[in-house]
């Protein structure tokens, strides 16, 4: 049953990508959405058996990938309860990301290759959470790696979602450097990368010291902070996280599964894999702490003010991410996999949604564009409601339970750390602020004037945001297919009632036997006991930011809608600021891209073409062949010529014969 959930979706792949054009647009969509509910339906039955029955550990051998000296990889799943809840998430989202793609898709001409590049990044996605040795991580790691940049870059034909897939590509590289380093340190300390050989070792390399980049480094220390560099990159960590919102260039399905459940939480789900090397060393989660709370709250301020309904759910994604890295890093990794958990259905569901959106809009995606749309798409705007309330954390809904958990932890450990606490102060005006984003999100959409119009436009031309002109002839809006609605259906339940049905086994009383062979916690870590025990007023914080926001974004946005105007025009430099995104793209450029592409035509004009092709191997050759063109041209083929030359020859010996012999006398 294992072997089935992994490579059913790879068995999709090599149908619909090797024989797509073969067999059609129709039976390749259905081939593959029907492999993935199949193994939505295994990965379902494995969380009841593994997680909520027995939590019992099992690892089949596949096969032997490698045997090098001491090193020994095998092909092995890990099934634990970690992995039983990832599965769940990934194969539900992505089986339902491929019955929307149906309909979202339906006019595209390359529907194979898309649904082939959604299985094969499914595949890769499986093999990362199943994975038993970090090599086996790592090939998951770059599989959807490699998959997002197909699906991000899948409308090539736009040089923009080129850029894009580029983007994410070399900035995960960058994480991804890190990863390995990490690794081969692990290799080096232990002798192996096998979790359970690694995980037993850890405890007793909790002071050892290694020499590296000319500095004494705790060993653990240093192994978990390149490790996490990896996490950073693959997470989209602040100074990491730049490739994230551009990746909104690929099909809204792609956003939904990469940026929503999936790939995004991998650097999460690696950092609570690894809890037994992360618990041993204080400052790692410190700096995990930290970098989370820092991204939680950088991803807030710039949600803001943006204006495509793709990039305000992409830079909440980006903050949700550092809440669950808070939770990780104070210690309370169960925090952090059950946001990661609930997290996957509303944000699924608020992707999902937008796409409805900008299918009922012909892919309008600027919702200065929109407005008035609560009547026209009123399903698509109730699953969207659900959705925003879940982000901002409405009581009973699955983000209540599961977000305002990670804001307790933060404070429980605020006592022992200044940094948690500082987190705790982030988070806290985060939640007000995702609040605020979310809200406005939704009132720009589906309240107001009806920006959308021809007549509208006539009437406005000031808010003519010089969109190309396919995208000016909007006509009545619509809702979408059947195919695309049910997904939101059935996401806006888990949003609702994911976080009241499973807190008891992630983060309640039964929490420690539901996590007991996967998640490690060392003898001085009680922040679960903890977070149950601190002032009332923490758990009615969150709240009241909610309440604050959503106050705020129905002032702005209904109210007086002239206000957001106004301000910005009395603060233009904060406005272009955040609506810049702190200029992290622009200081990229100026730091390492253009410093790259001048480096790279100093050795391509001035290394390569003015002395290798010049003075070296190249140069003489080109020389060599520039003489026997030459000499080429000499041979005319008339006999009269050769005879001249010979004349010429027989002439030129007898007069240095004359001189020679008249210089001898």
């Not at 379902?44 to 019992?56: A, E, K, R, S």
């Not at 925090?335 to 569901?349: D, E, P, Q, R, V």
């Not at 939704?442 to 406005?460: K, N």
């Not at 290798?612 to 008339?638: E, K, M, W």
């Amino acid at each position: 049953m294992y072997s089935a959930i992994v490579f059913l979706p790879l068995l999709g792949f090599l149908i619909a990508g090797l024989g797509g054009k073969k067999l059609g647009d129709r039976p390749s969509e259905i081939i593959t959405t029907a492999l993935l509910f199949v193994s939505c339906a295994l990965s379902w039955i494995t969380f009841v058996d593994v997680g909520l029955h027995d939590g019992h550990f099992s690892a089949p051998v596949l096969a032997n990938w490698l045997t090098s000296g001491e090193l020994k990889i095998d092909w092995s799943l890990r099934i634990d309860t970690l992995t039983s809840v990832m599965l769940i998430v990934v194969t539900t989202v992505s089986a339902l990301v491929h019955l929307y793609s149906i309909g979202y898709m339906h006019e595209d001409s390359s529907r194979p290759r898309f649904f082939a590049y959604l299985s094969l990044f499914t595949f890769a996605m499986l093999m990362l959470v199943t994975s038993d040795n970090l090599a086996q991580m790592f090939f998951g790691w770059e599989g959807v790696g490699l998959a997002s940049y197909l699906l991000i870059g899948f409308w090539y034909e736009k040089p923009s979602a080129n850029a894009a897939a580029i983007k994410a590509f070399v900035v995960n590289r960058v994480g991804d450097f890190g990863f390995s380093l990490g690794m081969f340190l692990v290799f080096m300390l232990t002798g192996s990368i096998a979790f359970d050989t690694i995980f037993a070792a850890a405890p007793g390399l909790a002071n050892k010291s290694v020499h590296a980049f000319g500095l004494d480094w705790n060993a653990m220390t240093l192994a978990c902070l390149l490790l996490f560099m990896g996490a950073m990159g693959k997470s989209a960590q602040f100074l990491l996280h730049t490739w994230l919102p551009d990746a909104m260039e690929g099909p809204t399905p792609v956003s939904a599964l990469i940026h929503a459940a999936t790939m995004v939480t991998a650097g999460v789900f690696m950092v609570a894999r690894l809890s037994p090397l992360f618990e041993q060393s204080a400052t790692a989660l410190t700096v995990v702490t930290l970098v989370g709370g820092i991204t939680a709250f950088f991803a807030a301020t710039v949600g803001l003010v943006q204006n495509d309904i793709k990039r305000v759910i992409a830079y909440s994604t980006c903050s949700q991410l550092g809440y669950m890295f808070v939770g990780l890093g104070v210690g309370g990794y169960a925090l952090g996999i059950f946001h990661l958990f609930t997290h996957a259905f509303f944000k699924a569901l608020l992707f999902l949604g937008a796409g409805s959106v900008i299918h009922a809009l012909h892919h309008e995606q600027d919702m200065r564009r929109m407005g008035g749309l609560w009547s026209k798409i009123p399903v698509t705007f109730a699953c969207m409601t659900i959705g925003t309330l879940a982000l901002t954390g409405f009581p009973m809904t699955a983000g209540y339970f599961s977000k305002d958990a990670i804001i307790e932890g933060a404070f429980a450990a605020g006592g022992h750390s200044g940094v948690a606490m500082l987190a705790f102060v982030l988070l806290v005006v985060a939640a007000g602020m995702t609040s605020f984003y979310s809200w406005r999100l939704v009132f720009m959409t589906f309240f107001g004037e009806r920006r959308w119009s021809e007549q509208y436009r006539l009437l406005h031309p000031e808010h003519d945001h010089g969109h190309d002109d396919h995208h000016h002839h909007v006509g009545e809006p619509h809702e979408s297919p059947l195919t695309m609605m049910v997904p939101l259906f059935v996401l806006s339940i888990g949003a609702l009632a994911a976080g009241y049905l499973f807190k008891g086994e992630f983060i309640g009383h039964a929490a420690g036997e539901f996590w007991r062979t996967s998640l490690f916690t060392g003898e001085h870590n009680h922040i679960l006991h903890e977070m149950h025990e601190i002032p009332e007023w923490v758990g009615y914080a969150p709240f009241a930011m909610m309440v604050g926001g959503f106050v705020v974004a129905l002032f702005m946005y209904v109210v007086a809608p002239k206000v957001p105007a106004t301000l910005a025009g009395k603060f233009p430099a904060l406005y272009k600021f955040l609506l810049n995104k702190w200029y992290f793209d622009e200081l990229y450029d100026k730091i390492f891209v253009k410093p790259a592409f001048w480096l790279g035509r100093l050795f391509w004009k001035g290394g390569d073409g003015a002395i290798i092709d010049r003075l070296g191997p190249d140069g003489v050759a080109a020389r060599v062949v520039d003489g026997a063109g030459f000499a080429s041209r000499l041979q005319t083929g008339f006999i009269y010529n050769y005879a001249f030359a010979m004349l010429l020859g027989l002439a030129a010996l007898i007069t240095y014969g004359m001189f020679s012999l008249g210089g001898g006398q």
